[in-house]
């Protein structure tokens, strides 16, 4: 299921030490957002590369090369933790190839995707999608905004 060279990015439901492997092994990339509970062993730190402007937003700002302290084979990731408006983020990550700024960026996007269905789904006023495939989420988009659209012209703009 996993394909190779594509980043995953999720949030703290995903993690699992097997899965973290098994996307490593298989050169597929992950961001992901990590439970407080969960421990880490600092091995190395790596300097912190974030705009300007944003030290003032962000707090405590850290980049750390780490283990997970409970993972039997001890596999090195990255640690990015940092505080915003007062909520605590650990993003987990085997991308070494990007700045801090960077990888908090990515994580900040997967945000956008979690909006735009939360909006999709008051919008057309349901429940969740019946399809998680790419084909199946466009027809269902495309059948939303033709009932959406049939229902405001019959309705002079009022859903029932």
């Not at 980043?7 to 407080?36: C, H, L, W």
């Not at 006023?125 to 269902?140: A, F, P, T």
Request: with cysteine.
């Amino acid at each position: 299921m996993l394909e190779s060279g594509v980043t995953y990015i999720a949030d703290r439901g995903y993690v699992s030490f097997n899965f973290s492997q098994q996307m490593s092994e298989q050169q597929t990339f992950f961001i992901i957002r990590i439970k407080p509970v969960i421990k880490c062993t600092p091995t190395e730190n790596l300097a912190v590369i974030i705009a300007e402007e944003w030290r003032t937003l962000f707090g405590d700002v850290s980049d750390a090369m780490i283990y997970f302290s409970n993972e039997k084979k001890k596999i090195r990731y990255r640690l990015v933790s940092f505080y915003f408006y007062n909520e605590s983020y650990r993003i987990a990550t085997n991308r070494l190839d990007l700045t801090t700024g960077e990888i908090i960026t990515l994580y900040a996007y997967r945000w956008q995707i979690e909006l735009f269905f939360r909006s999709i789904k008051r919008t057309f006023q349901i429940l969740h999608l019946g399809s998680h495939s790419e084909k199946g989420i466009e027809i269902q988009f495309y059948l939303y905004m033709i009932v959406y659209t049939y229902y405001t012209s019959r309705c002079r703009g009022k859903i029932i």
